[in-house]
């Protein structure tokens, strides 16, 4: 994976779109290349919990292409249209990966929040969504890390971290538990 980020990272598209800004709340840093230093940095300290090493490379191919094509995207989209940067994302990763449930991690990243987002506004999980994330994903371990990771920036409600990483907790074993947020705060 650490010779496939190489060639995530000299690819003409990633060195022209981490130039981006995107105008959003989520993202307070800046140009995307902030956004993925801030998240490399979250990856170190996330690290210390003793992280194997091939999960860390595909956490450091996660940060550099989940937000990469935020400006070729349209927002508002549900991850599953083509306008989506997530799944334009899952496209461009998938140029360098076969890695399926790598894929999906890309494709599905937001989720937790907009389950989060949803829950915050009608006091109720939305059951199907909840389900089939739970169905997409299979490394829960990971997805959670890189929830964690991506979570803990400036612009970002971290309480809604440690609330998903509990709902997963109640259908899916995982070593990952609200704990690791905190220590990332």
Not at 84 to 109: C, G, K, P, W
């Amino acid at each position: 994976m650490k010779e496939i980020l190489e060639l995530v990272k000299a690819d003409p598209r990633y060195q022209k779109n981490i130039e981006y800004e995107p105008a959003d709340e989520a993202h307070p840093e800046g140009k995307i290349k902030f956004h993925i230093a801030d998240l490399e940095a979250n990856l170190e300290s996330l690290a210390k919990k003793g992280i194997e090493e091939s999960d860390y490379w595909k956490l450091k191919f996660l940060i550099h292409v989940h937000d990469l094509f935020k400006v070729e995207a349209k927002r508002g989209l549900p991850p599953t249209h083509p306008h989506n940067h997530a799944y334009i994302a899952r496209e461009f990763a998938s140029e360098f990966t076969d890695d399926v449930d790598l894929l999906n991690m890309v494709q599905f990243h937001d989720e937790n929040y907009k389950l989060w987002r949803g829950y915050s506004k009608t006091g109720e999980l939305d059951q199907k969504r909840l389900q089939a994330l739970l169905d997409t994903i299979q490394n829960w371990n990971l997805f959670l890390m890189f929830v964690i990771i991506d979570g803990c920036t400036k612009g970002k409600d971290h309480t809604k971290l440690g609330w998903f990483v509990n709902e997963v907790r109640k259908h899916r074993m995982t070593r990952v538990d609200a704990g690791w947020v905190l220590d990332l705060k």
